[in-house]
């Protein structure tokens, strides 16, 4: 999966074309537990065809692949920099290696190039992709749409759940003792408790891996903040979601609410039957 966090992608999804800005989300479901691809150059993944360009000057992105190991691939193709920025490009080189380095790497991580691939141009966004399919195929998601629900002063939007990813992504205080969760900061400042520990403060492009059965307590401490959490099916995500979706974050331009709406913590443990997890 690929979001959009600063300028603009364009992403390629079989005959689909589509320019990503930020908040923009494009997905490509594993078709087999092995299965992984992310790569900067056109592949073949499991039928599918994908590829992506960096289109503006600084352009920044997240994704996350499953399972693990696929940023070696990147570690083999590219060259050691220990500037505080990046070097200038030369893309020429960059092609170049792309081209040979990719067939060195193709049976280790599973790509496979298709040069005589014919790139569509850019297409205009349609209605369909303002949801999620509800099944593992290709899909684009636009900014602000698909499910939203609003709990407190936290609105929830899920990019992919268990049904587009096979259920494969590993993607106040509480525990959930089997499930993994990640928390990618994009905006804003959150404070979190881990394990009861001292409190640390988590800014933009910073990341906290949760391991299942931790107990963490994550907090705003900034007027506005944007959070992108990955977890298997039944995390924190899931179980906000599932509490405020009667309350649909649904309208583009639509602003959370200075003050929090109330909610009684408490009625949480009433969703304990469908989610796992322990309040503290």
């Given at each position: 999966m690929t979001s959009c966090i600063k300028s603009q992608l364009k992403v390629w999804l079989n005959d689909q074309c589509k320019i990503l800005n930020p908040g923009d989300y494009a997905s490509l479901a594993p078709a087999s537990q092995n299965s992984r691809a992310f790569v900067h150059h056109t592949d073949h993944f499991k039928g599918a065809i994908h590829a992506y360009q960096f289109i503006g000057d600084h352009t920044k992105i997240f994704g996350i692949i499953t399972p693990a190991g696929f940023e070696?691939?990147?570690?083999?193709?590219?060259?050691?920099?220990?500037?505080?920025?990046?070097?200038?490009?030369?893309?020429?080189?960059?092609?170049?290696?792309?081209?040979?380095?990719?067939?060195?790497?193709?049976?280790?991580?599973?790509?496979?190039?298709?040069?005589?691939?014919?790139?569509?141009?850019?297409?205009?966004?349609?209605?369909?992709?303002?949801?999620?399919?509800?099944?593992?195929?290709?899909?684009?998601?636009?900014?602000?749409?698909?499910?939203?629900?609003?709990?407190?002063?936290?609105?929830?939007?899920?990019?992919?759940?268990?049904?587009?990813?096979?259920?494969?992504?590993?993607?106040?205080?509480?525990?959930?003792?089997?499930?993994?969760?990640?928390?990618?900061?994009?905006?804003?400042y959150l404070e979190a408790t881990i394990n009861d520990a001292d409190s640390s403060r988590i800014g933009p492009g910073e990341v906290a891996w949760l391991p299942a059965g931790t107990h963490f307590d994550i907090k705003p401490v900034s007027s506005y903040f944007k959070v992108f959490m990955y977890s298997q099916p039944g995390g924190l995500g899931d179980l906000v979601y599932a509490t405020g979706k009667d309350k649909p974050h649904a309208v583009l331009n639509c602003m959370i609410p200075d003050s929090p709406s109330p909610f009684d913590r408490a009625k949480l443990s009433q969703y304990k039957s469908e989610f796992k997890f322990d309040l503290i």
């Open positions: 070696h691939m990147f570690r083999g193709l590219g060259e050691l920099y220990s500037g505080p920025m990046w070097p200038n490009a030369d893309l020429e080189r960059v092609a170049e290696k792309l081209n040979t380095g990719v067939a060195n790497v193709m049976t280790e991580f599973d790509v496979i190039t298709v040069p005589d691939h014919e790139l569509v141009e850019p297409q205009a966004w349609r209605v369909s992709e303002n949801q999620l399919p509800g099944s593992q195929k290709p899909y684009f998601l636009r900014n602000r749409t698909g499910p939203s629900a609003v709990l407190g002063g936290t609105a929830v939007r899920p990019y992919v759940t268990g049904a587009e990813s096979g259920n494969r992504f590993l993607s106040g205080g509480i525990r959930f003792p089997d499930v993994d969760h990640c928390f990618y900061v994009s905006d804003g």
